[in-house]
C-alpha cells in the first residue's frame, strides 16, 4: 500500500527550520558556557529533525544528522567538554544542515563536497574522542548496559506504559530509538501490545496501532525517564510507576530479569508479576500542585503527560487564510462606515427608532473596531522572529574581523505584521554589518581612545505613538562626517556652498553609490545597500535617520507602521477629492502667516517654517485637482518629513482623522507614482493613499522639467 506524504512534507519542512533555529541558539548560548540543558535541548532537536527526514527518505539529511547526533551525545555524556572547537564546527554543521534542508524546498542539490567534508570533519573528530579511550565506540542510539547517571542513589524497579497516538512515526518519532534510551538507564524487559492492530484491509503502514508496556530497573530518576519521552506527540500517554527501592549500586540492579511472555492484563489490572506481591492500592486524588501537570492514577500507575504532550496552544493556519480573513474584516470596516454615514442622516429626521438605531451603530462600531484588532493580532509576530539570526552573524563577523563585540537585544517580544516581519529583515542585517566594519572600532584602536576593547553593538525594538521603533546603536567611533563632506562634493551630491546641518551629513550616506570605504570588502565598499536600506524601508511606509557623536558611536532609527493592512490616516479635501496623508509622515498642519510664503524662480514656493525655507507641494496641481483653493492664506499647509527634510502640502481642508483600510491599486488598476494604495471611506467614496517620499520626488521632478526642456530646445 501506498501513500502520499506531499501534504505532510511542507510542516514537516517548517519543524525542521524550527529545529535548526534553536540548534543555533543553542550553540551560540554555549559559547558563554557549558549549560547540560542547553545540550540536550540542541540534541533533541536534532533528534527531531533525523527521525522526520528518516520517515520521509531523505537519508542524506538523517544520515547527516545521525554523525551530528553523536557528537551532541559526547558533549551532553560529559565525554567531551565543550570547547570553541566543537561549537564551530556543529554550526557549519547547521548551516549544511539549514543548506540541505532548503534544497528539498527549491529541488536543488546540496553542494556534495562540502557535506561530505564537513561529515569527514565531524567522524574525525568523534574518532578522535574514541582514540582518548574515555568512551566506548558506540555511536548515539546504541543499546547497551550503563550505570545510570544517578547509579550512587537507590534502585528502583519502574513499570513503563507506552500508548504512542496514531500520528507517531509520521511525527518522525522511532519506538525503537525510545527503548533504546531506557535500556542505557538500566536494565530492560518489554513486551509489545498489538490489541489495537486492525484487520489487514484496514491497515494504514503510516499509522502506529501497537503499545508497549516495560519493566526498568534503574538508579534515574523519574524525570529523567519522562525526558525519554518529551518529544512525543499529543496524543500519546505515557503511564509510570515506581516500586520499592532495592538498595544502592550496580549490585542492587539484579531486579527481574525474565521477559514477560503471556499476554499482557488491560492497563486496569495491570500488577507485578513473579514477584508474588498483590498490586498497590489506589492513593485518593489529590488537586495537583500549581505550576505541576495534573496526573491520573490508575491502580498505582500515573498517566503522565510530558510538557510537549500537553494541549497545543497554538495551531498552524497557511498566511493566505489570515490575509482572506483581513480581507473580509476590511470590507466589514467600511459596510460600518457607511452605515454610521447613513445612521447620521436618519438620526437628523429625530424619533425614537433614530435614537435605537444609533445605539445600535454605536454597538457594531465597538465590535467592529474590537473584531478588527484581535484579527489583526493573527498577523503579529514577535520582532525576535527578525533578531534572532543576529548572535550568529555578529559573532561571524566580528571573528573575521578581529573585533570583540558584545550584542545586546532588548524588546525582542514587541510585535510586529508577519510582512513588516519578512521585509525588515535584510535592511536590518545590512544596517548590522555596517556598524561592525565601520562603526565598531578594533581592541587596539579602542585601547588607544580609552575605551574598554569589547565594543558594545544593540538592537532594540518598542512601540511608539502606533509604531514599531527599532534603534541599531554601537559605541564606535561615529561617523566621519568631515570625509563624508568631502566624498559628497566629489560625486555631486551637494555644493562647497551648501551649508549642512550635522543630521543632513548623516544622512548622505543614504545616497545612491555613497561609500566612505578606501578599499572594498566582501563586507562593504561598493557604495551599495544604504541606499537599498533606506528605498525598502520607505516602501514600508517608515522612516530611517542616522544620528551619530564622534568618538561615541551612532544610533540608526527605523519607524515603521505596526500593519501594512491599516493605516492611521489624515483625511485632507483638495478641490472635489479626498486624500489620505499618513499620519506617520505628518509634522504638523498650520495656516499660512503673511509673508512667510515666497516664490523662488526654479523651484516654486517656499514656506519659512522654524528657521529653513521648506518647499510647497500644490496637490491640486501636482495631480490636476479642480476647484481647488488658488489662495495660500485660504488654505491649510500640512508639513511632512521624509529623508529628514521638511516639506509643506498645501491643501484646502482637514476632514479629521481614522483608521483606513489599505486596498493594493496595482492589484486592482494600475501602479501610479506618489500614491501608495487607495481607501473606500464611509459614503463609498474611493480616496488615494498618498506615498509621502514618492510624492516629494515626483514634486522635484515636475519643477526641473521646465528647465531641462528649454535646455534641450
Known amino acids: 500500500m501506498s501513500m502520499d506524504l506531499s501534504e505532510f512534507l511542507d510542516v514537516f519542512l517548517e519543524e525542521c527550520f524550527e529545529g535548526l533555529e534553536v540548534m543555533e541558539s543553542g550553540l551560540l548560548n554555549l559559547d558563554a558556557g557549558t549549560d547540560l540543558e542547553e545540550v540536550n535541548t540542541i540534541f533533541r532537536a536534532a533528534h527531531s529533525i533525523k527521525g522526520g527526514s528518516a520517515a520521509f527518505g531523505f537519508n542524506h539529511i538523517s544520515e547527516f544528522t545521525h554523525v551530528m547526533e553523536t557528537l551532541l551525545d559526547q558533549l551532553r555524556s560529559g565525554k567531551r567538554p565543550v570547547d570553541q572547537g566543537s561549537v564551530d564546527l556543529l554550526l557549519a554543521s547547521v548551516d549544511v544542515l539549514r543548506e540541505m534542508v532548503e534544497g528539498l524546498k527549491t529541488d536543488e542539490a546540496p553542494d556534495d563536497d562540502r557535506v561530505a567534508g564537513l561529515r569527514k570533519k565531524l567522524e574525525a573528530v568523534i574518532a578522535s574522542e574514541l582514540e582518548s579511550g574515555e568512551a566506548s565506540p558506540e555511536p548515539a542510539g546504541t543499546c547497551r548496559d550503563t550505570e545510570s547517571p544517578g547509579s550512587e542513589g537507590p534502585v528502583r524497579h519502574w513499570r513503563i506504559r507506552l500508548v504512542p497516538g496514531k500520528e507517531m512515526f509520521r511525527e518522525g518519532n522511532d519506538p525503537l530509538a525510545l527503548i533504546r534510551e531506557l535500556k542505557k538507564l538500566g536494565e530492560l524487559t518489554v513486551e509489545t501490545r498489538a490489541d489495537g492492530l486492525p484487520a489487514l484491509a484496514g491497515l494504514d503502514p503510516a499509522s502506529c496501532h501497537l503499545s508497549w508496556e516495560a519493566r526498568l530497573t534503574t538508579a534515574a530518576g523519574e524525570d529523567e ?49 513473579g514477584t508474588g506481591t498483590p498490586p498497590p492500592v ?16 490508575a491502580n498505582g500507575l500515573k498517566a503522565v503527560k510530558s510538557p510537549a504532550n500537553r494541549e497545543s496552544g497554538s495551531i498552524r493556519v497557511s498566511i493566505e487564510k489570515v490575509d482572506l ?60 522572529f527578525a533578531f534572532n539570526r543576529f548572535p550568529r552573524l555578529v559573532r561571524d563577523i566580528s ?9 545586546v537585544l532588548t524588546g525582542e517580544q514587541t510585535e510586529v505584521d508577519k510582512t513588516v516581519l519578512e521585509k525588515i529583515g535584510d535592511p536590518l542585517v545590512h544596517l548590522v554589518r555596517n556598524a561592525l566594519d565601520h562603526g565598531l572600532e578594533t581592541p587596539e584602536a579602542r585601547r588607544a581612545a580609552g575605551k574598554a576593547e569589547q565594543g558594545r553593538l544593540e538592537l532594540s525594538a518598542q512601540h511608539e505613538s502606533g509604531n514599531i521603533v527599532i534603534r541599531i546603536s554601537d559605541d564606535g567611533a561615529g561617523l566621519n562626517r568631515e570625509k563624508i563632506l568631502r566624498k559628497a562634493i566629489e560625486k555631486g551630491l551637494v555644493s562647497e556652498k551648501d551649508e549642512l546641518s550635522d543630521e543632513r551629513i548623516d544622512n548622505l550616506i543614504f545616497q545612491p553609490g555613497f561609500s566612505t570605504a578606501d578599499k572594498v570588502s566582501d563586507l562593504s565598499g561598493r557604495g551599495v545597500g544604504m541606499d537599498v536600506v533606506k528605498r525598502n524601508i520607505n516602501d514600508l511606509g517608515g522612516t530611517v535617520n542616522i544620528h551619530s557623536e564622534p568618538g561615541k558611536g551612532s544610533t540608526v532609527t527605523i519607524r515603521l507602521p505596526l500593519t501594512l ?46 528657521g529653513e525655507y521648506i518647499p510647497i507641494i500644490r496637490l491640486d496641481r501636482l495631480f490636476g485637482v479642480r ?39 496595482e492589484t486592482n488598476y494600475r501602479q ?28 522635484h521632478r515636475q519643477i526641473h522639467r521646465p528647465a531641462e526642456l528649454a535646455a534641450v530646445s
Request: hydrophobic residues 40%; contains cysteine.
Open 399 to 407: 571573528n573575521s574581523l578581529g573585533k570583540k563585540v558584545e550584542l
Open 325 to 384: 480573513l483581513i480581507n473580509l474584516v476590511g470590507e466589514l470596516v467600511i459596510t460600518q462606515s457607511m452605515l454610521n454615514q447613513v445612521g447620521a442622516d436618519i438620526l437628523q429626521e429625530g424619533g425614537p427608532r433614530a435614537e435605537a438605531l444609533l445605539n445600535g451603530l454605536a454597538q457594531l462600531e465597538r465590535n467592529t473596531r474590537e473584531l478588527q484588532e484581535n484579527v489583526l493580532q493573527i498577523r503579529m509576530l514577535p520582532i525576535s
Open 627 to 665: 476647484g481647488a483653493t488658488e489662495d495660500l492664506y485660504k488654505g491649510l499647509l500640512v508639513v511632512v518629513e521624509t529623508e529628514g527634510r521638511h516639506t509643506g502640502l498645501f491643501v484646502d481642508a482637514l476632514l479629521g482623522q481614522q483608521q483606513v483600510v489599505i486596498k493594493s491599486l
Open 225 to 273: 525517564i519522562r525526558e525519554i519521552f518529551a518529544w512525543l506527540g499529543e496524543e500519546a500517554v505515557v503511564e509510570i510507576a515506581s516500586g520499592e527501592a532495592s538498595g544502592h549500586g550496580r549490585e542492587a540492579q539484579a531486579g527481574p530479569e525474565e521477559a514477560v511472555t503471556e499476554p499482557a492484563a488491560p492497563a486496569s489490572d495491570v500488577e507485578s508479576k
Open 672 to 699: 501610479l507614482e506618489g500614491v501608495s494604495g487607495a481607501t473606500i471611506l464611509g459614503d463609498g467614496q474611493v480616496a488615494l493613499i498618498l506615498d509621502i517620499p514618492g510624492l516629494v520626488q515626483l514634486f
Open 282 to 297: 489506589p492513593e485518593p486524588e489529590s488537586p495537583p500542585e500549581p505550576g505541576k501537570p495534573a496526573t491520573k492514577k
Open 565 to 610: 493592512a491599516i493605516l492611521d490616516g489624515q483625511l485632507a479635501r483638495v478641490g472635489g477629492e479626498t486624500y489620505i496623508l499618513p499620519l506617520i509622515s505628518i509634522v504638523e498642519s498650520l495656516q499660512i502667516k503673511p509673508g512667510n510664503a515666497k516664490s523662488v524662480t526654479g523651484c516654486g514656493e517656499v514656506y519659512r517654517f522654524r
